[in-house]
């Protein structure tokens, strides 16, 4: 039959959510009713929002997000913590990504950092941006061995090509200087195109002192191109005697919700 031709023909295009539609449309004698323009135009709409889900599918999946299920939505503001909930939503727009400015994210261990790293993340996401989440102890310890060598240039383009990357436990251990040079490579690469979110246990000013030898210029040159322009968000417990892990409220594991 020609509908069973039309049809192969969209599974060997690929067109399979319309070719699904099709075969719907047909065995439904309501449709018989339905103009063509109309029939057709809903056979595109199942299309493109298949093709579109299955995008925002891919891009989650490549962003290897610590905690994936992190949402904006789902962040708790009365967990006893300080949090300025119209920035959060300000920023959960992804807006500053098409400024190419960076967010830092400051807290202790267990104040939830992680999750809104990965809220905002799942949010560029959403947006159909390229997003990719890693612990900068991991980025050390797969570009490290590489610098020097061909592979370099490829491994570096995993962190430096994302439109958001983020970069949990920021600075948790210092670096010497030949980790900084790594670092400031991923970063220098990334100014004025995308943007970085940094999730720290430490305020930004000590951050110079973490960064290489005490004269090593290149914690100035990380500084100035990270720093300006950052949004801040301080998580901070009301009631630090009292505090409440984020571990205990979003019930995950002591190796997540950092």
């Not at 962003?63 to 967990?79: C, H, S």
């Not at 992804?94 to 830092?104: G, L």
Request: charged share 30%.
């Amino acid at each position: 039959m020609l509908t069973n031709a039309t049809i192969d023909k969209l599974i060997e295009m690929k067109l399979t959510a319309m070719a699904d539609a099709l075969r719907i449309q047909l065995e439904d004698p309501k449709m018989n009713e339905v103009s063509f323009e109309d029939r057709f135009s809903m056979l595109v709409d199942i299309e493109y929002s298949k093709r579109k889900d299955n995008r925002l599918k891919r891009l989650i999946k490549k962003a290897e997000f610590e905690q994936p299920d992190a949402t904006i939505a789902g962040i708790n503001y009365g967990a006893g913590r300080k949090l300025n909930r119209d920035l959060i939503d300000r920023l959960s727009t992804c807006e500053y990504i098409s400024e190419y400015r960076n967010i830092f994210i400051i807290g202790a261990a267990g104040s939830g950092k992680t999750y809104l790293a990965c809220a905002f993340g799942l949010a560029a996401c959403m947006h159909y941006y390229k997003v990719r989440f890693v612990r900068l102890p991991d980025l050390l310890i797969e570009l490290m061995p590489l610098v020097g060598t061909d592979a370099f240039a490829k491994a570096i383009k995993q962190y430096t090509n994302p439109r958001l990357l983020i970069i949990d436990e920021w600075l948790l251990t210092s670096l010497n200087d030949d980790e900084a040079k790594v670092v400031f490579e991923v970063i220098h690469k990334r100014r004025k195109k995308s943007s970085t979110i940094f999730c720290s246990q430490f305020l930004d000013e000590g951050w110079y002192e973490r960064i290489g030898s005490e004269d090593n210029p290149l914690a100035d040159s990380i500084m100035d191109r990270i720093k300006y322009d950052a949004y801040k968000i301080k998580i901070q417990a009301i009631d630090p005697d009292h505090d409440k892990s984020m571990r205990e409220v979003y019930g995950l594991s002591p190796d997540e919700a950092e």
